[in-house]
């Protein structure tokens, strides 16, 4: 079957600053810059952020595959630790501010749509030695910086992004030790993710004053969700579920689109005593200062049961629930995430129902594969059919659903180029263009030219009946 967008859909792919532009002339180490410089081991093949895609250097290149590859919109970040001199002023960095600014002026000169996000897990180090977002200092910070950025090139982009992801860095730094400081400590966690939320509030506010006559500009978050489904319809299962969405999902949906904690998960905190400080005032700020659109990154659902053995030890999240590995499931091997396209369709139906309708796009969504060079044809690029096959896929329910009436009004691939992925380094490649680590050498993937011509035949895309599913 054939399906179609519109011809307004944007079109394009994400990456972030700390995983494509390398460390080259940053004033500041990053937490990841630091815990590489610590434990080289914890990274596959040792492989750390100093280099990267070389987009610091190479991103003149770059913008002329996009250019190639007819792409309409684009996403990057910026680097706090690359673009503010003095954390407390929040005085630029010179050079940062001319490789930024000629980096987004090529970009928007090439008819492509630029978000900037402010956040992509790279928290600086000197600010995580005083506590990082568990500090309230250190969300005064993060406004200024944002200030910053507004200023110096708030002519030149088209979107803003707050944060990525913001519940990864409480799940890798505060829960689940996949990254520095790898704290366990739900408590100091929930601390760190409200003050998130409102260096996030803030950062909306400072925009909407700073660009209170330019109704062209935008700002958002990104979220991944990752919606939670019950083993059956049990009632112990569908509780369990319900309150794994309540802390990984709505905890950061609801107050940045409805202004408002959901109520249950106050109540959970509550009676285990895990509420974070807040204040009235922190609330308001909340309340005022919702998101003009949302930015979702989706790769997998989770599978949820009621807990089957007694939780024991510290309070986690666990406490109420069970992962369980569904039997149907498909995997994806190299990454160990779940591959299940629907899930996009009612993500969008959730937004439909339960959000108004909230504007949004998909900001993320990808396959990352181990060894690609075994998927090289004689000329040397990547056949990454599957890749194909995984965009269609997805494209398939998303494509539904807009039909449906949901408002998604675009779709973005992680990622333009193979880039470094906090301690995965190169192990799982996700891009469209293929990068040689060695060279830095870009040869575009079979998947590339797909989605080139996919936008040059007017957004249609034909859908082998097996891979509806
Ligand atoms: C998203 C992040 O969660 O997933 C990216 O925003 C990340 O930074 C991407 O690279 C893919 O995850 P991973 O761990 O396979 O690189």
Not at 162 to 182: A, D, H, R, S
Not at 396 to 402: M, R, S
Request: glycine share 6%; proline share 4%.
């Amino acid at each position: 079957m054939k399906i179609k967008f519109s011809k307004d859909f944007l079109w394009g792919t994400a990456i972030s600053g700390p995983q494509s532009e390398g460390a080259l002339d940053k004033p500041h180490e990053s937490i990841m810059d630091f815990w590489y410089k610590q434990n080289p081991e914890d990274f596959h093949n040792q492989v750390g952020p100093e280099v990267t895609s070389n987009m610091y250097l190479q991103y003149r290149e770059d913008i002329e595959i996009m250019k190639q590859l007819k792409l309409n919109s684009y996403r990057t970040s910026i680097q706090w630790t690359r673009l503010i001199k003095d954390f407390e002023t929040g005085e630029p960095d010179l050079k940062a501010v001319a490789f930024y600014r000629d980096y987004f002026k090529r970009v928007k000169e090439s008819g492509i749509v630029i978000s900037v996000n402010l956040f992509h897990f790279d928290m600086p180090i000197e600010l995580q030695n005083i506590g990082g977002f568990e500090n309230l200092h250190v969300v005064d910070l993060f406004v200024k910086y944002a200030e910053t950025a507004f200023k110096e090139f708030g002519d030149l982009v088209d979107n803003w992004i707050t944060f990525n992801e913001p519940v990864v860095p409480i799940e890798g730094g505060y829960l689940y030790k996949w990254y520095y400081p790898k704290i366990v400590d739900f408590k100091r966690g929930i601390q760190a993710g409200y003050y998130t939320i409102l260096a996030h509030s803030r950062t909306v506010k400072t925009f909407k004053k700073m660009f209170a006559n330019d109704s062209n500009k935008q700002i958002s978050i990104v979220l991944n969700l990752t919606p939670a489904y019950p083993k059956d319809n049990s009632p112990e299962n569908m509780e369990a579920a319900k309150i794994r969405d309540l802390i990984f999902n709505k905890s950061f949906l609801d107050p940045v689109v409805k202004g408002e904690f959901p109520k249950e998960l106050i109540a959970l905190f509550k009676s285990e005593n895990i509420l974070p400080i807040y204040t009235k005032e922190e609330l308001k700020d909340i309340k005022e200062n919702i998101i003009d659109f949302l930015e979702v990154n989706y790769y997998q659902p989770s599978r949820i049961q009621s807990r089957i053995t007694p939780f024991e030890g510290q309070i986690m999240p666990e406490k109420w629930f069970e992962n369980y590995e569904w039997a149907e499931r498909r995997i994806n091997p190299h990454r160990g995430w779940e591959i299940n396209p629907k899930t996009l369709y009612e993500i969008a139906k959730d937004i439909q129902q339960n959000y108004n309708n909230f504007k949004w796009l998909v900001t993320e969504n990808g396959m990352g594969v181990e060894n690609e060079h075994l998927f090289k044809d004689e000329t040397g690029q990547v056949q990454d059919d599957y890749r194909i096959d995984f965009i269609k896929e997805h494209l398939y329910w998303l494509n539904k659903a807009i039909e449906e009436g949901s408002s998604c009004f675009g779709y973005q691939m992680w990622t333009f180029i193979d880039c470094w992925s906090w301690a995965n380094s190169y192990k799982n490649r996700y891009g469209l263009v293929e990068l040689d680590l060695k060279t830095q050498k870009r040869i575009i993937k079979k998947s590339g030219f797909w989605f080139k011509e996919m936008i040059e035949n007017g957004k249609e895309i034909e859908i082998e009946d097996n891979l509806i599913k």
